[in-house]
């Protein structure tokens, strides 16, 4: 079954950049059509699409958070890792990964999320 | 960019028919999904492309998506359906856009 992990530091500072890794099982990023984002959901307030890749390197971002914002993929670990730059508190949030395909459009299998902290 | 409205909260007795809408400029021209959100929980994709359902989602869960509106229906609803619930459509210029969730409350 497909399932996803995310792993990444719980606390950073302002200004410090974040990289978050998403871990996955049951699909493979070579596979045509299959693609991997990243979701967050600050506390108490609503989903925002982050990035996301797909199997043949086409990467897309968030337009509003593109400037701070790399998704890159290791096929071979099976991971897709997400960086963000200049960290403000108001980016704490859960962040999620999740699987999508083309040209689904949409998300079927979440993982757990992990909660990160900015704070001095 | 491409925006979508939904209300804040929608209260529906227990048993009735729950209706959650999804406001978006032409957005009977896109295709729609839905997400059920738990407390503490990740989201669940509860139907797709406007009126499927994955597999294991009750039948209680239909959607329709007409001219500049969504909508995500839940019949007979039940204590379990309290969620928060999101819909979300693919935009050519914006990519992937959620909205910004419904409170269902069961009462």
């Known amino acids: 079954q497909i399932t996803l992990k995310e792993s990444g530091p719980t606390l950073v500072k302002p200004t410090q950049t974040l990289t978050l890794t998403c871990t996955f099982s049951?699909?493979?990023?070579?596979?045509?059509?299959?693609?991997v984002g990243w979701i967050r959901q600050p506390p108490g307030k609503a989903l925002e699409w982050l990035a996301l890749i797909y199997w043949d390197d086409d990467k897309r971002y968030s337009p509003s958070l593109k400037s701070r914002l790399t998704i890159t993929k290791d096929t071979s670990k099976n991971q897709v890792v997400l960086t963000m730059t200049n960290m403000d508190p108001v980016d704490t949030a859960t962040y999620y990964c999740a699987h999508s395909g083309w040209p689904t459009g949409y998300f079927d299998y979440w993982g757990q999320g992990t909660l990160v902290t900015v704070s001095s | 960019s491409y925006e979508l409205t939904q209300p804040l909260s929608v209260s529906v007795a227990l048993g009735q028919t729950a209706r959650i809408t999804c406001g978006g400029n032409?957005?009977?021209?896109?295709?729609v999904h839905w997400y059920q959100q738990k407390p503490g929980q990740a989201p669940v994709l509860v139907i797709y492309?406007?009126?499927n359902r994955p597999s294991g989602i009750p039948e209680r869960f239909s959607g329709s998506n007409s001219g500049n509106t969504a909508t995500l229906t839940i019949s007979r609803a039940q204590a379990g359906d309290e969620a928060d619930y999101y819909c979300q459509v693919w935009d050519s210029s914006t990519a992937f856009v959620f909205g910004g969730g419904t409170k269902l409350t069961v009462l």
């Open positions: 049951g699909f493979s990023l070579s596979t045509s059509g299959v693609g």
């Open positions: 032409n957005i009977g021209s896109k295709n």
């Open positions: 492309r406007d009126s």
